[in-house]
Nanobody, 118 residues
Framework: QVQLVESGGGLVQPGGSLKLSCAAS????????MSWYRQAPGKEREWVAG????????NYADSVSGRFTISRDNAKNTVYLQMTSLKFEDTANYYC???????????WGKGTLVTVSS
């Protein structure tokens, strides 16, 4: 059974930091491209960051580039999103997604809520 479980969300002040984690099970994590998405209230889900299987290459949406860092630990089957200099507009539910290259399957977590508020 595939599971992706996000954690680490919460309430933070503007300018603060949070680190999200996504623990994966039920598929070959080291073979999957992992990504973070977010969905703000009333808006469509948007891609935030992605990282290749080895962790060597990562890409970011322009809105978070320079502030967020995606990383992974294949030994722990976990992907992370370090968020710094948080802004009000970063408020959203954050979801992780895994896509296995071999069969093209995609798996989603249920999300963790990040609220940036003073």
């Amino acid at each position: 059974q595939v599971q992706l479980v996000e954690s680490g969300g919460g309430l933070v002040q503007p300018g603060g930091s949070l680190k999200l984690s996504c623990a994966a099970s039920g598929f070959t994590f080291s073979s999957a491209i992992m990504s973070w998405y977010r969905q703000a209230p009333g808006k469509e889900r948007e891609w935030v960051a992605g990282i290749v299987q080895s962790g060597v290459v990562a890409n970011y949406a322009d809105s978070v580039s320079g502030r967020f860092t995606i990383s992974r630990d294949n030994a722990k089957n976990t992907v992370y999103l370090q968020m710094t200099s948080l802004k009000f507009e970063d408020t959203a539910n954050y979801y992780c997604k895994g896509r296995t290259v071999g069969n093209g399957m995609e798996y989603w977590g249920k999300g963790t809520l990040v609220t940036v508020s003073s």
